[in-house]
Every structure is written in structure tokens, then in C-alpha cells.
């Protein structure tokens, strides 16, 4: 059975305090790795797909990192604008469904 | 560009009464479609989805159902509405398995 850790569940910074969200994971044979951000009350939006160990991909102040067994977004120098939930998921090769993990709730205080 | 539409955006129905709730797709076609449900803390729970029209699979044993009717559309119903289907529904679209989720805006359902 496909699972997906992520940690820490909340995480408060100031602005400007870079810092790792962490998404551990197994999956027999891994087809795609996704982070979202949700915003409340809203739907989730996509942000990367990582497809194999090695793998980064940037957007502004985010950056995704995989290896076999986890994902990290690193964010640098937060602003209170990057406070939301970050949701990761991980799909099997041959399955149409992916795993989703609890999300961590991230705060960015000014 | 491809978007996702899904209606309404809130609800606020009595127990046992009927529930419809409709997402549909735009430039795009034969799109992978889903269900899930969010409740409060917890993660996404997968309701249903459809590689196809009229093909839905069913994800958790319930009183709710999901059609597709059209390529692009994809409903989710209920005949009598329970307190726990209370939640944030969301509807999402994909183009195939290894790509991301365009999800809905969701919508939430209180059951009173």
C-alpha cells in the first residue's frame, strides 16, 4: 500500500526565514511525485511534478527536491503570501489515483 | 487553455434531502475526472472517478453516486443526505495518470 508522511504538520516562520517541508513516502514504482498548495476555503493548485530521484523544480521562492524515498520543499525567504497548506501526493505506475498526505500547514508572520 | 468549473459554491441542505453537484471541463477532452471529499483537519478522501463516459469507479461504499453523462461533465448525487456528508467537495480533472490535478474551487456542504 502506497503511503505519504508529511511533516511537520505546522510550521510558523517569520518573513524571511527560509526553511524545509518534508514528504516522506513508498510507493511501488513511482510514476509521479506532486505538491499542491491550498489556500483555505479554496481548491488545491498544482505546483510541481518530480518523476525520478535527482530531480528539482523551481517556482519563485519554492523549490522541490526528490530522492527514493522523500520530497522536500525548501522555501526561501518567505513571505506572508506563501502562508497555506502544502499537500503532497505520490501516484504508482499503473494506477490512475494518487496518495495524498495530510498537508503541512504553513504560516508566514510578517 | 483548459479550466475546471464546479458549482455551487456553498450548500446548506437538510438531512435526508437530495443532493447534485456538478463539475465540468473546458478545453479539453477525455479527461480523467474525481471526486473527493476534504473534511475538516483531515486529508482528501477519494470518492469516485471516470477514465471515461459512463465508466465511474467507486472509491468508499456510501449514499452518494457520480455519473458522467458527457465527456466533460461529471455529477455527484445523493438521494437522501446524511449529517457526516458534510464537508468540502472537490472536483478535479487530469489528463492522464503521471500529471497533476487541476482541481475545482470545491464546494461546501453543511447537512443541518
Known amino acids: 500500500e502506497d503511503q505519504v508522511t508529511q511533516s511537520p504538520e505546522a510550521l510558523r516562520l517569520q518573513e524571511g526565514e527560509s526553511s524545509s517541508l518534508n514528504c516522506s513516502y513508498t510507493?511501488?514504482?513511482?510514476?509521479?511525485l506532486f505538491w499542491y498548495r491550498q489556500d483555505p476555503g479554496k481548491g488545491p493548485e498544482f505546483l510541481f511534478t518530480?518523476?525520478?530521484a535527482g530531480e528539482e523544480k523551481e517556482k519563485e521562492r519554492l523549490k522541490a527536491t526528490l530522492t527514493k524515498k522523500e520530497s522536500f520543499l525548501h522555501i526561501t525567504a518567505p513571505k506572508p503570501e506563501d502562508s497555506a497548506t502544502y499537500l503532497c501526493?505520490?501516484?504508482?505506475?499503473?494506477?490512475?489515483?494518487?496518495?495524498f498526505g495530510r498537508g503541512t500547514s504553513l504560516i508566514v508572520h510578517p | 487553455s483548459q479550466t475546471i468549473h464546479q458549482w455551487p459554491a456553498t450548500l446548506v441542505q437538510p438531512v435526508g434531502s437530495p443532493l447534485s453537484l456538478e463539475c465540468t471541463v473546458e478545453g479539453t477532452s477525455n479527461p480523467n475526472l474525481y471526486w473527493y471529499r476534504q473534511a475538516a483537519g483531515r486529508g482528501l478522501q477519494l470518492l469516485f472517478y471516470s477514465v471515461g463516459i459512463g465508466q465511474i469507479s467507486s472509491e468508499v461504499p456510501q449514499n452518494l453516486s457520480a455519473s458522467r453523462p458527457q465527456d466533460r461533465q461529471f455529477i455527484l448525487s445523493s438521494k437522501k443526505l446524511l449529517l457526516s456528508d458534510s464537508g468540502f467537495y472537490l472536483c478535479a480533472w487530469t489528463g492522464g495518470a503521471g500529471y497533476g490535478y487541476t482541481f475545482g474551487s470545491g464546494t461546501r456542504l453543511t447537512v443541518v
Open positions: 501526493a505520490v501516484q504508482a505506475g499503473g494506477s490512475y489515483i494518487p496518495t
Open positions: 518530480l518523476y525520478s
Open positions: 510507493v511501488s514504482g513511482l510514476r509521479g
